[in-house]
């Protein structure tokens, strides 16, 4: 539709219609033959029904086609409903988690994951993903670790970018693509005490140089919509706070797609203290900017009395209205109100063996080796014994796989039953996922546990490991113990899973461990006992496959941390990227009083971000610079050599650091600023060069201005964060 017509649509709209358009009902509203029930329960009507702009997770091709129908019918100018869904690492064909995603260092191999999602979920009837989360994350006891791609800004950036990238395409109405949705602006990676929906306490300098520029990344890559954040920022909630909205997100950063608030996001402002009642909070929403209300019934009960009394400007309504619209015609739906919905689309697209394909490569590249004592791995046709909980577990895909179908996905025993080298492995559960006494709740309802003798698995599993040359225990957390609402403030694993280490460490030495996740966890236990660790994270559908290949080295790893791995739960949060403080401490923890430091544990995590091992080894050469100065509008060119002295190819992330070492206000010890990976055979070298140019040298200086300082930059390129491989230089 021209903007034109769009105009005049907009025009001949009566106020209820144009109200309708900012509000998202939950798709089981659709199951109610009267307005009874839960959409009863919020007061709403037929008309409110009929009126509304989107559903939320209604998918299917012959559901979304005939309700398409359906509502259009009714509706007085016929406008089509948007369809959004939480479609995060996947629709049917799951990817790894976002955390694990981000330890691919790959944005194209995340962009091609984000488009396979698209064309699944656009062939099911789907229009807008409420992905990429770009919030930065820096404490592992916050469940929602596992939707972010880490705790870096510069690659959590290059990562939403790719992602929305992948779900958009070039344009919206091209076949297979749906519109982003970034989220969850702004802050919400940072709650108090990783406690979800909390409130987030962040300096202006340290929201604005750490935590928006990855939303920045996104909305530059051309996101159509933002959804809000549940917590407060300075005290203001994100769906109330109108300098974020519209000074920091509409105009300094230049968005102008739509805003939704989170789920019941507006009807929480009465629990924040924000809004005494319900009109309240759809007047302090709706100047926020917020164009879309999802499924509270804030702006259906309240927009229309607001404005006959002349508390809301009606522009304000045709504002909101327009953007609904705007993004509506860009995904081309008043041509095509069905768009890419097809029945057959469905059966060829879903789980097909080229999306499959592609989720298992992704799977091998996330995997990361943290512990490989002795080259314990790759598995060389020894006996090998498979113990633990996730061996024959199929929860592999991470907790908002909400559309997936776990019957879909392979799990270790089942890719070790179908492998010509391992068909005859012996395999056993070794003891439940959870202790019994922890009961875990899902989105709906308690998971199950596991119908295990405890006992009789554990002696199993210990008589097995007895016979074995290696044993392989496939261990971790469930995946509802991750994801929304799945704080903890214990980190570490099961007691059943960790007797079960005992127990078999006792009888064999050559412990492998095949850990599974969503966050990063206290493994000390394991670091000490198991002689190799591998962080498999949740792999997705493909899971068991990738796994197994990389077991038997078919596949090296190659994934490097984007969150590091704290030593303990007491040092949260953590990052590499810490300020240096007056007393910095780099030594033992019982050595000296008067430092910043723990009495009783080290500053350091127990693996840092950027860190993961291969099957091979690498060196990495002096850096060279092209010179030893720069001007602002200059550059310098560093430049190491890269040698794989191992006996086998492998594929290196080179990551590059930077630090100003005085400026006006303090500045972190280092920061990410570029990394390439480089595969290389057995005794092949390659160079490797970085540009730096001013820009990356750029702060927010006393006066909150975005600036570079003349002064001295150490530049560090290495394999991980900790690298001291340095060469200095001076921007003059």
């Keep these: 539709m021209k903007e034109a017509e769009l105009r005049q649509l907009l025009h001949d709209m009566t106020l209820e219609e144009k109200i309708g358009q900012l509000v998202q009902l939950p798709g089981y509203f659709q199951n109610e033959g ?32 005939k309700l398409q129908t359906e509502f259009m019918v009714r509706h007085p100018h016929h406008i089509p409903l948007l369809f959004m869904a939480d479609i995060i690492n996947g629709y049917r064909t799951v990817f790894p988690i976002p955390l694990a995603q981000g330890c691919t260092f790959d944005p194209e191999l995340v962009k091609e994951g984000a488009s396979i999602a698209a064309r699944e979920a656009a062939a099911a009837g789907i229009h807008v993903t409420f992905s990429p989360m770009a919030d930065l994350v820096r404490d592992a006891r916050w469940g929602r670790v596992m939707e972010s791609t880490g705790e870096d800004p510069y690659l959590n950036g290059q990562m939403a970018a790719a992602m929305v990238r992948g779900y958009q395409g070039d344009s919206l109405q091209e076949k297979g693509h749906i519109a982003a949705c970034l989220k969850h602006f702004a802050g919400y990676g940072a709650p108090e005490g990783g406690r979800d929906y909390n409130n987030v306490e962040l300096s202006p300098r340290t929201l604005r140089e750490d935590y928006l520029p990855a939303y920045q990344a996104a909305v530059d890559a051309g996101c159509e919509v933002v959804m809000t954040s549940f917590n407060t920022l300075d005290r203001i909630p994100s769906a109330a706070n109108e300098w974020l909205l519209k000074e920091v997100l509409r105009k300094e950063m230049g968005f102008s797609g739509m805003v939704i608030s989170d789920w019941n996001a507006l009807q929480e402002l009465l629990a924040h203290g924000i809004a005494a009642d319900q009109k309240e909070a759809a007047f302090i929403a709706l100047r926020a900017g917020v164009d879309m209300d999802m499924t509270s019934p804030i702006y259906t009960r309240n ?205 064999n030495q050559n412990i492998i461990v095949v850990l599974f996740g969503g966050r990063p966890l206290d493994i000390r236990p394991l670091k000490e006992k198991a002689k190799t660790i591998l962080m498999a994270w949740l792999p997705g559908t493909e899971g068991g496959n990738a796994v197994v290949r990389t077991l038997l080295g078919e596949s090296n790893p190659s994934g490097k941390l984007s969150m590091c791995f704290p030593y303990c739960v007491g040092q949260l949060p953590i990052h590499y990227n810490h300020l240096n403080t007056g007393r910095p401490y780099h030594g033992d923890c019982h050595a000296g009083r008067f430092g910043s430091k723990y009495q009783d544990i080290p500053n350091e995590p127990l693996y840092p971000f950027g860190y993961g091992l291969s ?54 010890v280092r920061m990410l600023k570029g990394f390439q990976k480089v595969t290389l055979n057995p005794g092949e070298s390659r160079e490797v060069s970085f540009t730096v140019t001013e820009d990356m040298l750029r702060f927010y200086d006393r006066s909150m201005q975005y600036v570079s300082e003349p002064g001295d930059f150490d530049v560090f390129i290495g394999p991980d964060s900790r690298t001291e491989n340095t060469a200095r230089f001076t921007l003059v």
């Design 303 to 507: 927009l229309k009395q607001l404005v006959e009394e002349g508390k809301v400007p009606e522009h304000w309504i045709d504002e909101s209205t327009w953007r609904v619209l705007t993004l509506k015609n860009k995904l081309g739906l008043f041509e095509r109100p069905f768009k890419d919905a097809d029945e057959e689309d469905e059966k060829a697209l879903l789980l097909s063996d080229a999306h499959r394909q592609a989720a298992r490569d992704c799977a091998e590249k996330s995997f990361v080796l943290l512990k490989n004592k002795e080259h314990m791995l790759p598995l060389q046709g020894e006996e090998a014994a498979f113990i633990g909980p996730y061996v024959d577990h199929q929860s592999l895909n991470g907790a908002w796989s909400i559309f997936a179908d776990d019957q879909d996905t392979v799990t270790v025993k089942t890719a070790l039953s179908r492998h010509p080298k391992t068909k005859n492995v012996l395999t056993a559960p070794g003891c439940p996922i959870n202790d019994p006494d922890q009961p875990v709740m899902g989105f709906q309802q308690p998971v199950s546990p596991d119908s295990l003798d405890a006992e009789a698995a554990l002696r199993e599993a210990v008589s097995l490991a007895k016979e074995a040359k290696k044993v392989v225990l496939c261990l971790g957390e469930h995946r509802e113990c991750t994801g929304e609402a799945a704080s903890r403030g214990d980190i570490t694993l099961p007691q059943c899973q960790l007797r079960l280490l005992d127990e078999v460490v006792k009888v």
């Design 615 to 668: 099957y091979t080894a690498f060196d990495y050469s002096p850096i060279r610079l092209s010179a030893d100065s720069m001007t602002k509008q200059g550059s310098v060119t560093a430049t190491v050599t890269v040698t794989n002295t191992g006996d086998q190819p492998g594929t290196e992330t080179v990551q590059m650091y930077l630090r100003d070492l005085a400026a006006s206000v303090a500045r972190p």
């Design 34 to 65: 009267a307005v009874t029930g839960p959409a009863g329960d919020m007061g709403l009507t037929q008309d409110d029904l009929r009126l509304a702009g989107s559903y939320l997770s209604i998918i299917g091709a012959e559901k979304i086609r």
